[in-house]
T-cell receptor
């Protein structure tokens, strides 16, 4: 399967811990997105990279959330320190021009 | 800032009956709209994209866009139980911009 791969699929963290979520975009895609999905807020954009350059850092998510893209085939999202309100599904997506945006299956994060 | 709202929150239809989902947006200059489906154990899959007023059909899925009314809808012809999922409307400023704003989703249940 050449889709977007996210790991881990599930993560449980204690409040105050640092967690790192990983994403491998579709090969050849030059846009990469990190979203957070909750029942109340729906899908919210956290970060947006174009050709590995950070284009959008999600405004309100800046202080404890940091996304990085060290190479075109791998991105991480670090949450430090975690808080219970960070419990959500984190989705990574990639795209190339008008070929459409492809989403990974997400990482379900629970912060206790 | 773009606001995207979907209705209804949940919808139950019988197998074979038409299912209609609605989405309103606030920025009338938007011209990039997508409908996604999210099954509980899968990532988001794109169903249909539409970039100009009118209709766009992809198999059993038809999107109808009316930008003057700030409205885009999704119609599912002959829905099946396997179509039971959350349907998300996504709106972007233009066809070259993939920073979508998502609605909160409509949960569709198709009963046999």
């Amino acid at each position: 399967d050449a889709g977007v791969t996210q790991t881990p699929r599930h993560e449980v963290a204690e409040k105050g811990q640092t967690i790192i979520l990983k994403c491998e975009p579709v090969s050849g895609h030059n846009d990469l997105f990190w979203y957070r999905q909750t029942k109340i807020q729906g899908l919210e954009l956290l970060s947006y990279f174009r050709s590995k350059s950070l284009m959008e850092d999600g405004g309100a998510f800046k202080d404890r959330f940091k996304a990085e893209m060290l190479n075109s085939s791998f991105s991480t999202l670090k949450i430090q320190p975690t808080e219970p309100k960070d419990s959500a599904v984190y989705l990574c997506a990639s795209s190339f021009d008008r070929a459409g945006v492809f989403f990974g299956k997400g990482t379900r994060l629970t912060v206790v | 800032q773009q606001k995207v709202q979907q209705s209804p929150e949940s919808l139950t239809v019988s197998e074979g009956a038409m299912a209609s989902l609605n989405c309103t947006f606030s920025d009338g200059t938007s011209n990039n709209f997508r409908w996604y489906r999210q099954h509980s154990a899968k990532g988001l899959e794109v169903l249909v994209s539409i970039f100009s007023d009118g209709e766009k059909e992809e198999g059993r899925f038809t999107a109808h866009l009316n930008r003057a009314n700030l409205h885009v809808s999704l119609h599912i012809r002959e829905p099946q139980p396997s179509d039971s999922a959350v349907y998300l409307c996504a709106v972007s400023p233009n066809t070259g911009n993939y920073k979508y704003v998502f609605g909160a989703g409509t949960r569709l249940k198709v009963i046999a």
